[in-house]
């Protein structure tokens, strides 16, 4: 029995022991890498400092080489009949107002005697009112008769003024018309002059070809050839980097290595629905002539933009009441909702136009701030 009892009691002394005894608690793992601001009481909420972003990297598109808008023009006789005298050739220099042909237009013939015939009528006209005016304030004519050639000499005054229309119309000078009639040298040959200075590009008219109003071809194209302008396509989410004003280089394939100097002149307002691009025009000086209408070019636009780039996460920004919103913080814990502008988006980012400068702290989740203190905002504002 005593054995079995000192047995006992070491078993005992043992389990007590153990029970009394607790292993260690296990070790901490890592604090997690705190936020750059925790609001009162709320979860932790992450931002980023707004940078702004590195100039755009050259932008290369392909492009034609083209007339300028306003130096050249397509011209047509505004009057049928048959050419009688062709004066310039194809490739010659010529001036505004200088002639480019001569028609017979036998439509000048008919207007301006109809013309020589109203001011016979409306001559006819006013002696007789002046005259029945006279007979009636001798109370030999009716107050009727002197209405009657009222009326008489207000048409004929109607008829000759739409005669002169009609000539002036068929580009009769009218420094002409204001001549005697008897001084009037008007013929029914009509010439066809320039109206801009320039080269004789087209020519598509011969000495006795009838020529008239219907065609759909001009006889002649004068363009200045000094300027000529580079039309390409850019695409939306290139739109942004450029600007009217911004210099770019133009290569062709006649001389690739040359560079021409252009200036980007006009940006496109609508987008071509079907290839989802926007025209763009630059002007390029071509003194040498080297250039020719029609060339296929490159047009290669620098980096740059007139400010820095602002651009943030798309998450950062919400929409609310048909506007764009970001937090901004002001100071830990402080928080301000602030309109947005928004200059283009692409992917997962918005490029910001106005609304947030350099070196401030947005949120890049809003949704998780759950209240704006009033008082901090307000004061954050002013």
Same mark, same amino acid.
């Given at each position: 029995?005593?054995?079995?009892?000192? #047995?006992?009691?070491?078993?005992?002394?043992?389990?007590?022991?153990?029970?009394?005894?607790?292993?260690?608690?296990?070790?901490?793992?890592?604090?997690?890498?705190?936020?750059? *601001?925790?609001?009162?009481?709320?979860?932790?909420?992450?931002?980023?400092?707004?940078?702004?972003?590195?100039?755009?990297?050259?932008?290369?598109?392909?492009?034609?080489?083209?007339?300028?808008?306003?130096?050249?023009?397509?011209?047509?006789?505004?009057?049928?009949?048959? *050419?009688?005298?062709?004066?310039?050739?194809?490739?010659?220099?010529?001036?505004?107002?200088?002639?480019?042909?001569?028609?017979?237009?036998?439509?000048? %013939?008919?207007?301006? %005697?109809?013309? *020589?015939?109203?001011?016979?009528?409306?001559?006819?006209?006013?002696?007789?009112?002046?005259?029945?005016?006279?007979?009636?304030?001798?109370?030999?004519?009716?107050?009727?008769?002197?209405?009657?050639?009222?009326?008489?000499?207000?048409?004929?005054?109607?008829?000759?003024?739409?005669?002169?229309?009609?000539?002036?119309?068929?580009?009769?000078?009218?420094?002409?018309?204001?001549?005697?009639?008897?001084?009037?040298?008007?013929?029914?040959?009509?010439?066809?002059?320039?109206?801009?200075?320039?080269?004789?590009?087209?020519?598509?008219?011969?000495?006795?070809?009838?020529?008239?109003?219907?065609?759909?071809?001009?006889?002649?194209?004068?363009?200045?050839?000094?300027?000529?302008?580079?039309?390409?396509?850019?695409?939306? #989410?290139?739109?942004?980097?450029?600007?009217?004003?911004?210099?770019?280089?133009?290569?062709?394939?006649?001389?690739?290595?040359?560079?021409?100097?252009?200036?980007?002149?006009?940006?496109?307002?609508?987008?071509?629905?079907?290839?989802?691009?926007?025209?763009?025009?630059?002007?390029?000086?071509?003194?040498?002539?080297?250039?020719?209408?029609?060339?296929?070019?490159?047009?290669?636009?620098?980096? #740059?933009?007139?400010?820095?780039?602002?651009?943030?996460?798309?998450?950062?920004?919400?929409?609310?009441?048909?506007?764009?919103?970001?937090?901004?913080?002001?100071?830990?814990?402080?928080?301000?909702?602030?309109?947005?502008?928004?200059?283009?988006?692409?992917?997962?980012?918005?490029?910001?136009?106005?609304?947030?400068?350099?070196?401030?702290?947005?949120?890049?989740?809003?949704?998780?701030?759950? #209240?704006?203190?009033?008082?901090?905002?307000?004061?954050?504002?002013?």
């Amino acid at each position: 029995m005593k054995p079995l009892l000192q #047995h006992l009691s070491v078993v005992l002394l043992c389990l007590t022991v153990m029970g009394c005894t607790r292993p260690d608690p296990p070790a901490p793992s890592a604090k997690p890498v705190q936020p750059s *601001v925790v609001a009162n009481g709320q979860p932790d909420i992450q931002t980023m400092r707004i940078d702004a972003s590195p100039s755009l990297p050259a932008l290369t598109l392909s492009a034609r080489v083209t007339y300028a808008e306003d130096g050249y023009s397509k011209i047509s006789s505004p009057l049928p009949g048959p *050419v009688l005298d062709v004066r310039v050739k194809l490739g010659q220099a010529v001036k505004a107002g200088d002639i480019l042909m001569v028609i017979d237009a036998a439509d000048i %013939a008919r207007a301006y %005697a109809a013309y *020589v015939e109203e001011i016979s009528e409306l001559g006819l006209a006013e002696r007789n009112y002046e005259l029945t005016k006279d007979l009636y304030d001798a109370q030999a004519m009716s107050l009727k008769d002197l209405e009657h050639a009222e009326n008489d000499l207000n048409r004929e005054r109607a008829e000759f003024k739409q005669a002169k229309e009609l000539l002036l119309s068929l580009r009769v000078p009218a420094a002409e018309l204001s001549k005697p009639l008897a001084q009037q040298q008007i013929t029914s040959r009509f010439e066809l002059r320039s109206p801009l200075t320039g080269t004789v590009v087209e020519r598509n008219v011969t000495p006795g070809q009838i020529v008239g109003t219907a065609s759909d071809q001009p006889l002649f194209t004068v363009a200045n050839l000094d300027r000529l302008q580079v039309v390409a396509d850019v695409y939306e #989410h290139d739109l942004s980097g450029i600007r009217v004003g911004a210099l770019a280089a133009m290569t062709v394939e006649a001389y690739p290595a040359v560079e021409f100097p252009a200036k980007i002149a006009v940006i496109g307002d609508v987008v071509d629905p079907a290839t989802r691009t926007i025209k763009i025009r630059a002007t390029v000086s071509n003194q040498d002539r080297r250039l020719k209408p029609e060339m296929f070019a490159r047009l290669t636009i620098a980096g #740059h933009t007139m400010r820095p780039k602002i651009v943030i996460p798309k998450q950062a920004v919400m929409e609310r009441s048909g506007r764009q919103w970001i937090v901004v913080e002001l100071a830990p814990g402080r928080f301000e909702e602030r309109p947005v502008t928004i200059d283009s988006v692409t992917d997962n980012q918005v490029t910001i136009r106005e609304g947030v400068v350099t070196g401030e702290r947005i949120v890049l989740s809003p949704s998780s701030i759950n #209240h704006l203190a009033a008082s901090d905002t307000s004061a954050g504002g002013a």
